[in-house]
């Protein structure tokens, strides 16, 4: 049976999470994983604390392919080298910005002046610094970002025949 990892960064992640999961996976050694739940509100890993319960946790089942995305994926020469294929969906700056603030504002209760002076002190230096880099790691860099029906629909193609060994 041919196994497929296939990965593409966004903005939510299953992280470093798991390189033995991923490992034993390729290796033929299949077996369930669970992966923590994040909190859109706080963008950190929700856990059990004295003052809030738990939020449940995400249950992956064996699969011939596993989609891995996040960030900072391709920053982590490890991950990478369990990798089959690489894809990187590039969004424009604007884009990436504006999302960013209509959800800070939205979900987090955040001023437009926090969103903006944190996106120009931190956000942006770090993307350009690690994540922007990292492209160089992936095997197809689809522009436009979910706006590109070509690229989608090749990307579909692929992940079709690595499922279904056609």
Same mark, same amino acid.
């Given at each position: 049976?041919?196994?497929?990892?296939?990965?593409?960064?966004?903005?939510?992640?299953?992280?470093?999470?798991?390189?033995?999961?991923?490992? *034993?996976?390729?290796? *033929?050694?299949?077996?369930?994983?669970?992966?923590?739940?994040?909190?859109?509100?706080?963008?950190?890993?929700?856990?059990?604390?004295?003052?809030?319960? #738990?939020?449940?946790?995400?249950?992956?089942?064996?699969?011939? #392919?596993?989609?891995?995305? *996040?960030?900072?994926?391709?920053?982590?020469?490890?991950?990478?080298?369990?990798?089959?294929?690489?894809?990187?969906?590039?969004?424009?700056?604007?884009?990436?910005?504006?999302?960013?603030?209509?959800?800070?504002?939205?979900?987090?209760?955040?001023?437009?002046?926090?969103?903006?002076?944190?996106?120009?002190?931190?956000?942006?230096?770090?993307?350009?610094?690690?994540?922007?880099?990292?492209?160089?790691? #992936?095997?197809?860099?689809?522009?436009?970002?979910?706006?590109?029906?070509? #690229?989608?629909?090749?990307?579909?193609?692929?992940?079709?025949?690595?499922?279904?060994?056609?």
């Amino acid at each position: 049976m041919r196994s497929a990892t296939i990965a593409s960064p966004s903005s939510t992640t299953i992280g470093t999470t798991r390189i033995g999961t991923i490992s *034993g996976s390729k290796s *033929g050694r299949r077996s369930t994983t669970t992966i923590p739940t994040r909190s859109r509100r706080t963008s950190s890993s929700v856990t059990s604390t004295s003052c809030a319960p #738990a939020a449940p946790s995400k249950t992956i089942e064996p699969r011939r #392919a596993l989609i891995v995305e *996040g960030i900072l994926i391709y920053t982590d020469a490890a991950l990478r080298k369990l990798m089959d294929v690489k894809v990187y969906v590039d969004t424009d700056d604007d884009t990436r910005f504006i999302r960013r603030l209509r959800r800070d504002i939205s979900e987090r209760g955040r001023t437009v002046e926090s969103v903006i002076e944190q996106y120009m002190s931190t956000v942006k230096p770090m993307h350009l610094e690690f994540v922007e880099p990292s492209k160089r790691y #992936a095997d197809i860099i689809v522009p436009l970002g979910g706006h590109n029906l070509v #690229a989608i629909d090749m990307l579909l193609t692929l992940i079709r025949s690595l499922t279904t060994g056609t």
